[in-house]
Every structure is written in structure tokens, then in C-alpha cells.
């Protein structure tokens, strides 16, 4: 089952490496044990439960304490000095506070009154799980009382565990601490004379956290204190859904090497990396620098985002950084960085957080409710668009995205099953040794004694399978990609990446010229249009046995070029093809453009065709976004989606060709797509809207939420469909610049209806109403207020309003579920292969339904859950199927698929009093199955408006 980065991952019992402490005369060694524990973890449903309650609502603070952040106030108040040995106190590591005052008399301790945040000691109660409250005993205690020295009063205030833990890394604990963190005064008042000592103090969840808003001024801190020889530029890349700086930080020499590796390094590596191989094989170049590159893309995963504020403070402000970690012998040895010597050879770029808005907040998903790190490949999100752009510009050779929590202390290379579109060869070997570094320092400096790495560790279940997360979307521009899986939250695990951080530098260092020729290799093979064999023996099967590439008749896995064209008579959604071609642009895929027309394999294609020539660098990420994809069925656990497969799940044309060198002649680069705009001609009155793509959606809710009429043709036309959209011209040409839209004149020889606007409840997941709220619905907050329901969570709440005649529309098994156990369709059942399965399946669409209006009766339709029906009652009509074919399974992970061949997909039934549609298939998936959405909008026009 899908099971990646679960939010609870205590649970999780894996194959480690334990290391045990032995004491010689050579001093500690941490020494491997070979001993391996295998047990299954949580699953994605778990996950789901605990994302689905995620408020994007700030905590009050419980204890409502009042920030004493002003100088100005405390100067008033306190007339006497309150010293302690720290200021700082931690949620997740008891602390003792020593205070003194000298009040100039000496005070009776009995009418001494101690405050915090202007409450008693005694108010500050530690958290009850069991209550979920805080009611538990104080966690402010004095640890030795107070008492007078003269007119001195000492004491010892101990602060400690909130939660009664060191780890907040559970849930709902990461939920809980943002509201407590603030700054409190520390007081204590004499009442016999009113006099006051104060002293203002920071409760933090740990000592190096910062919320969103206090990154900005901690980056201006740094900025401030580095050392005058350090480059450093901050740059906000973009804004994320609410509107919050994306902030990117670059650390190296100078100037002059970052602009030089930019412009000059790497055009040449993306074009010719050969070159540059010679010049480093011959010693030609000299002084030249490689990026390594941080992230952190789940915010709640917190010190992802606070060690690289460390980790950049250290290599700002200091000469040199000692750190320890274990030899090739696991012996305990020290490493004496020269920061100057990393910067002569090393550039840093920094995305403190993928995900603003979930930093505010302190949730893992972005204000859309998706969790970005699914979403990096599939680019439906502000954030990865912002993100992947970045990795792309710069190529790095080393990129860590920084996680939690997995109690072993993760890092990877992943298991089996591995992108075929990688060249896998030229990054495992390193990608090991660097996890080795890593994680050796970062044991050897802490308080953990162990690590373990997924390939060497795991059997499968980690896999590198998808692009979806932001290190294996990295492997695709010649990475060495890590997703590190700190332990725990506290400074601890903190800390431990910090040193991580450290050990991955310090091999890059020690391995520059490898890593960076192995990286040009990666570029060069693609250029070349080399299908490497090395790449065939590390592709296994479950059994690990080498199954190479899924090359099928062709002698090569990839294709010589692409070809997307976007004339009507050779593609059916052109707007697709448009962005999908600023999609690869923003991947760092060229694209070229017919500037006349070729006749490729037969068939002649017109000027303005897009071409993609797959002799280039970025050759394995283009082949993984436009063919159709693998099967990972043998493996028994997957970590996510693998399906990629655009021309099928966005729903477009796009042919290939295994013809070398056909198309030099004919194209030239494309730098911007411009997506023209619809093109209205004729004298009608009315004109007919093809409903061909999600643009003709977006238009129709216009012009609905505008009041202006709509009608649906319910018979087909002399060169229009039954489905299709019939408007005004006038209102037409008011929108025609804001969509491309596939139009032609009405002739009134068809019988019409008038449609009613959809007024929709989401009564499912976030991702759900996104692609309502894409698709231009108007999503209402209340089921009374509805006409419509959309649910994909089997929401209960919503059978008393479909009893009473209220068109619902189920997506996926939940939902399933809800009808039959509620009744809702007599002799209606359904199935499932297995829960969070994955499948791009060859179906069959009925012809004689609104609801297929637009579509192929061939098309190839994506299940995620392995959901099928297989009851369906005598009333209800039958609208998609799967193919009964013996290679209806394109591609994905569905164990025991052939359960799923020939099973119905979707229904829709009018016979009980309300309108029920079902569909097997999650149709909103992550936003990504495009192509379906508009099986829902048409099931949605047609609930609304009470089609038959």
C-alpha cells in the first residue's frame, strides 16, 4: 500500500542498522550490527484521516498570555533587574532557570508573588492526553526554593515537559505547541511594596525553531553578522497560495561564481557536457563550483526548515566548523572544515520551505490542502511550480530535502522499484556513499546511534518510482537526491541534520570531480541518445531480479522525438498540448516548433506543430511525462503514484517517432508559449461550444455565475454533439479572449435545454473542491444551500439530504460504501482489488449519455483506491467500463489486477427519487486525472439541470 511519510511513523518498525558503543584504546567506535528487523508500517489511510482534520486556523494560546515583546513596557514596569542564566526555555527539554534580584532590602519570601506571563506558576498545567486539556500537574516548579542572601533573593525555577515528552514529533502534539510559543515575563513581585523585577523570556518548542514570520528577520540577522569575504543574496522566488514569500538564499564565494555557473557552466552542461568532461578529465577546469541544494517541503516537519537557518548562520559567520564522524573503520574521527575551501569549490542554494503557508500555519498540507510533496511532478500546485523551477535553473549535484519522523533516522537512496526514465547507474553508487557521510555525521554528534538507508535496509516499500517528491523529482536533473527522514522533533534531530547537512558538504568536497563528470554523463547520455545497458541490471523486479528498461518491440527505450501537435485534424484538446509545453519549458525540457510542414512516419503535420527532440539533457524527464508509463504490479507495498502518462491523464494527442534526424530541418526553439485565444467567425446569432476541453467548463461557469442563459444540445447537430454548449454570440465574444474554445455556428436543428448553474458541496477532500473551484463551480458551504453533492469520503451527513431528492455524485469506495450501506440503490455492490491501489486502464465509455459527451468510446480512464462495481442495479445505466482486453492494464501498481478487467467504472441512476451517479474512479486524484474532470462537470450539469 501506498505508505510515504506518514505523519505517524513511531509505528514504523524497519530494517536498520543498529550501532552499539564499544570503548578501546582507540577511543568510542560506533560499530555496525548486522541484525535486521522487519515490520510493516502505517498506511496512507491513516495518513488521510489525520491530514483531513488539518485546520487552517491559528491556535488561540490557552493560557492566553500576553506577549511582553515591548521594551518600552517592561522599562516601566521593572524598576529592578531580574537576572537568569538563560532567557530561552524549551517545550521538549526540561530546563532549570537560575534567578537572582537584589531588591536593595531584604524581603519577607512569604509576600513574594512569582508570575509568568502574568499567571502563577501553578496555572501552567502540563498537557493530559487523555483529557486532551491542560489540566495536569504545573509545569513551572521551583527546583530549589527561594531564599535571601542579604537583600538578594535566589532561585531555581524549573521548567518542564509541556507534553511530558522530549519528541512532539506525534500528532496532535505538532498541532498544539504553536499557540504556547511566545515571549513571556518572568516576574516576581514584592506586595508589601509593590516593587517589581522582570525579566522577558522566550518559550520556544526548541531552542532553534522559528515560526513563518520570524524567518524573515532570523536570514536579515545572518545577512548582518557574516563575514565580509561571504557572498550572500536573498531572493523571495515566489508567493505561495495566501500570498507568503517563498524564501531562497544563495551562500558562495563571490558574486562573480555564482553568475559564472549560471551562465556559463551551465548552458554548457545542458549542452555540451562532453566538453566539459574533457576540460575536467584534462585538468582545463579550474576553479569551477557545483551547487548543493536544501529544502524542506512539510513545514510541520520542523527543524527541516530550522537547521538550514543553522547550517547557513555557521557557514556565513565562521572561518572553519569542527565536526566529528566515523572513519572507514567506523572509528570516531574529527573533520576540520575550512568554509573558505567549501566556497572555493562549492556554491549553497537554500529553499527555507516549499510550503509558506504550512509554516504559518504549522501544517503539513499548502492552503489548497495538498500535500506538495505528491504534487512535484504533477505541478497542479503554486508551490511546486515555484519550487521545481529553481532545481531546474540550477541543476544541482546534491539536493536533500529535509523531513520527519522516522525513529531510525532515514536517508536515502530508495528501493526498488526505480524510474526507468533515470539513469540510475551514474547516481546510486554515489548517492549510497553520500547517505554513509551523512548519516555517520550525524550520529556521531548527537545523542542517536544509528541510521538506515531504504536500499541497503528495506526490501521494497521506499521506493524512487515517482517524481512526486522533491528529491527523486531532483534525480531527474542528475541529483543526487535525499529525502532525509530526521527522528524526532526536538533540537536533538535538529541538530542532527545539521550535521548531516555537514557530511553531505564535506563528500561532495572530497568527491567534486566524480560526482560532477557522473552528472555530465547523465546530461551526455540524453544528448547522444544513449539508451545505456548499465542502467538494465539495477531495474528489478519484487524478486530483485534485473528486468531492465520496459522497452517493448523498440530497440530503444526512448523515442527519437515526440510530436504534439495542436490543428484540430490531428489533436483533440489543443489547449493541453499549450500547457503542457509550458510545462516541460518550466522543467527545463526544450521544446522546438515546426516552422513548416513534415511528413513524419506517413503522416503530414503543419507548421506550428511542437516537437520534442529527445537528443537533449532533460531527455529521461520528458520521456517520464509523455510515455505511457510502467508496471510495479509484483511489489507489494508502493510509496505513491507512479502514472504519469499527460497525453492520457491531461487528454491530449501525442505521437512519437523512432526515425533519427527527420526534423533538424524543420523547427526552431521555443522559448514562451502563447496560447491563442478563441476565434469567433460567421454570422450566428448563437454558436455552438464543443465540449472538447476544461476550458469549455471554466467558459459555461462564466457565463452561468453572470446570469447569462446556456444551453445543452440533447441531440447531435449536422457538426456538433449532443453535450455540446449553445450561447450567444455576444456573450460568446465577451470570453473569448479568456479561453480557447473549439466554437461553430448553431443552426436550431437540434432539441436544446436550458442549463441551471450547479450550486456544489464538497462533502469530500480538499482536492476535490480545488478542482471545483478550478473548474469554475460555484462550491457552496452547506449542503441545504446545494443542488448538487459531490462526495469522495463517504460523508453520512449527506444520505438524509439524498433521501430527500438531492443529486449526488460518489467518487471512489468511500462513497461506494455510503450507498450501500444506506440503501441508496437497492442491489448495488461493489468491489475493490485492494485499498490505495494504482491503475491507467483501457475502458470503454458509453456513447448514448450526456455524461460521456466529449469523449472517445476508447479511452483510457485512472484508478487510484481499486475500486470497481460490481452489482449494478436493473435501473441504473451503466456509463464506464473497463476493457476486457488482455492488456487493459497500461500502467501503475495494482496487484491481482485482472480482478478489475471488464468491471464496471460508473453509473447513474434517477429511479428512487434522486439522482445518483457513481464512479469507481477518484476523478479528481490530486488534480491531476484532467481529462476526467469533465465526466464530473458533465455529471454535474446534468444533476443540476435534472437531465434524463
Known sequence: MFKRGLGIIAALLVTVSVFSTNVSGAGIVKQPNTKKISVKGSDREKEEKLNAGTSFIKQDNPFKAKSSKSKKDNEKSS???????????????????????????????????????????????????????????????????????????????????????????GRPLRTLYPALIDFYNLSVKDLSTGKIAEKEMRL??????????????????????????????????????????????????????????????????????????????????????????????????????????????????????????????????????????????????????????????????????????????YQTQIESQILVQQIAKWNPVSFLDLHGFVKGFLLEPCTPPHDPNYEYDLLIDSMLEQAEAMGKAGITNT????????????????????????????????????????????????????????????????????????QLEYFKRGIEGIDSKEVDKLLVNAKGESIGRPRTERKSFFPEYYILPVDSKLQKNPMEVYKVVEYLLRNSVKVEKMSSSA???????????????????????????????YDASDFEEMYAEIVMNFPAL?????????????????????????????????????????????????????????????????TDGNSYK??????????????????????????????????????????????????LQQLGFKVVNNLSESNVIIDDSGNTKAVSHIKAGKAYIGLGSRALSLVKKNNLLPSFDYGIVGSYYEGLLKSKLTKDSLITSGYN????????????????????????????????FIAGWMPNHNTIKGKTLAITDNSQGHRISLFANTLTNKAHPQNSFRLLANTIFNSASNIE
Open 79 to 169: 524598576a529592578i533587574e531580574l537576572k537568569v542564566s538563560t532567557s530561552l526555555v524549551s517545550m521538549t527539554e526540561s530546563r532549570v532557570v537560575e534567578v537572582e534580584v537584589d531588591f536593595g532590602y531584604s524581603p519577607d519570601l512569604g509576600k513574594l508573588e512569582w508570575t509568568f506571563g502574568e499567571k502563577p506558576f501553578s496555572e501552567w498545567k502540563k498537557y493530559d492526553s487523555t483529557t486532551k486539556s491542560y489540566t495536569g500537574s504545573s509545569f513551572i516548579v521551583f527546583s530549589e526554593s527561594p531564599t535571601v542572601e542579604g537583600t538578594t533573593v535566589k532561585a531555581k525555577i524549573q521548567f518542564e515537559l509541556v507534553y511530558g515528552t522530549t519528541d512532539l514529533s
Open 447 to 518: 545523542k542517536y546511534d544509528s541510521y538506515v538507508i531504504p536500499y541497503k535496509d528495506y526490501g521494497y516499500g521506499w521506493d524512487d518510482g515517482a517524481p512526486a517528491y522533491t528529491a527523486t523529482y531532483a534525480m531527474h536533473h542528475g541529483a543526487l537526491g535525499h529525502t532525509i527522514e530526521m527522528p524526532e522533533l526536538n533540537q536533538d534531530s535538529n541538530n542532527a541534520v545539521v550535521y548531516a547537512i555537514l557530511g553531505s558538504a564535506k563528500y561532495v568536497l572530497d568527491n567534486k570531480d566524480k560526482l560532477f563528470f557522473n
Open 599 to 629: 511528413v513524419v512516419d506517413g503522416t503530414t503535420y503543419p507548421e506550428g506543430t511542437y516537437v520534442v527532440n529527445m537528443h537533449q539533457a532533460k531527455r529521461g524527464y520528458a520521456n517520464m511525462v509523455l510515455y505511457k508509463g
Open 857 to 888: 468510446e476508447d479511452e483510457a480512464l485512472y484508478v487510484v483506491d481499486g475500486s470497481y462495481i460490481k452489482s449494478v442495479p436493473s435501473t441504473s445505466k451503466v456509463i464506464a467500463k473497463v476493457d476486457s482486453s488482455s492488456d487493459f
Open 650 to 714: 491531461r487528454g491530449f494527442d501525442v505521437y512519437s517517432t523512432y526515425a533519427s534526424g527527420i526534423l533538424k530541418a524543420n523547427t526552431e526553439p521555443v522559448w514562451k508559449v502563447t496560447i491563442p485565444n478563441t476565434q469567433v467567425t460567421g454570422s450566428s446569432d448563437q454558436y455552438v461550444i464543443r465540449n472538447s476541453s476544461n476550458d469549455v467548463v471554466k467558459a459555461v461557469n462564466k457565463l452561468l455565475s453572470q446570469g447569462k442563459p446556456v444551453q445543452i444540445a440533447l
Open 722 to 771: 449532443a453535450g455540446d454548449y449553445i450561447v450567444s454570440k455576444v456573450d460568446l465574444q465577451k470570453i473569448r479572449k479568456d479561453f480557447l474554445l473549439d466554437v461553430t455556428g448553431f443552426d436550431n436543428a437540434v432539441k436544446i435545454m436550458q442549463l441551471v448553474q450547479p450550486k456544489v458541496f464538497a462533502a469530500g477532500s480538499m482536492e476535490s473542491k480545488f478542482v
Open 204 to 377: 520556544n518548542v526548541y531552542d532553534s525553531y522559528h515560526t513563518y514570520d520570524e524567518l524573515k528577520p532570523a536570514l536579515d540577522q545572518i545577512f548582518a553578522e557574516a563575514n565580509s569575504n561571504r557572498y550572500l543574496n536573498y531572493e523571495a522566488i515566489g508567493k505561495s497560495v495566501e500570498g507568503r514569500d517563498f524564501h531562497f538564499v544563495v551562500l558562495a564565494k563571490d558574486n562573480a561564481s555564482v553568475n559564472k555557473y549560471l551562465n556559463d557552466t551551465v548552458p554548457l552542461m545542458l549542452n555540451n557536457p562532453k566538453q566539459l568532461q574533457e576540460m575536467l578529465s584534462k585538468g582545463k577546469l579550474d576553479n569551477y563550483k557545483i551547487p548543493i541544494f536544501l529544502n524542506n517541503i512539510h513545514p510541520d516537519e520542523a527543524p527541516g526548515i530550522d537547521a538550514q537557518i543553522d547550517i547557513l548562520r555557521m557557514l556565513a559567520t565562521k572561518d572553519a566548523i569542527e565536526y566529528k564522524t566515523l572513519d572507514k573503520d567506523n572509528k570516531e574521527t574529527t573533520v576540520n572544515l575550512s568554509v573558505d575551501n567549501l566556497l572555493d569549490n562549492i556554491i549553497f542554494v537554500m529553499n527555507l520551505t516549499e510550503n509558506p503557508d504550512g509554516r504559518y500555519y504549522n501544517v503539513r498540507q499548502n492552503a489548497n490542502g495538498f500535500d506538495v510533496n505528491r504534487d512535484n511532478g
